[in-house]
């Protein structure tokens, strides 16, 4: 067993995170294990509870390690990470990542556009627009939720929508309607997860969350879609490459 170093200039509770974490990365403890308490940690490493407790109060900080009220600390689950530097498919990141992604179809409607799809889909204020809201979720972990906006007067029949549970959003619109999706864009930006999405997504409100915002665009930089997601922060993280 790795042991403190108490003359060291690096503090106590910092040398027990690295061996918390080294644990962790060497798959002595892995995603979602119940690691020892602050008291068990304190015992073993001859240190304080308070240093025990600092540690363990850093890497949860960190997203490293969650609490259970009443039931102890336990190892998070590695993030979803995507790349920003270019298009991508949520189905296929997670199936890149040996993970079996699904979506639940939550609705599927005809409603007017308010102010904001239809600037977005540059078409007029109450103008018919598809709403397919979908929950997206990995090995039945719910990951995002997501609500795309599509112009009615370029799809014609709705009905060839119910197949998006199995099939990719942007083949069945290249597929079905000839509409083919070459280039979007993406802002994000933080926010707390609401009541009814926590329900859906099954964490607490007030859980921090990413707003994701893209239109995408055809051929001729037409919008095809809107799309806004509530993409759950403890679960997923964007990156990009600068050069």
Known sequence: MKKLDPTSFVPLYHQLKEIIVENIENNVWNPDDKIPSEHQLSAQYEVSRNTAKKAIEDLVQDGILYRVQGTGTFVTRP???????????????????????????LKISIEAATQKVAKALQIPRDAEVIVLQRLRCANEEPIILESSYLPKNRIENIEKMNTVGETPLYDILANEYQLFVTSAKETFEPVLIREYEGNLLKVKEGSPALLLERVAFDRQRVPVEYCKSIVRGDRCRFYTELI
């Open 79 to 105: 993030k979803i990470e995507q790349s920003l530097s270019g298009f991508y498919s949520f189905s296929q990141v997670l199936k890149e990542k040996g993970l079996n992604p699904k979506d639940l179809i």
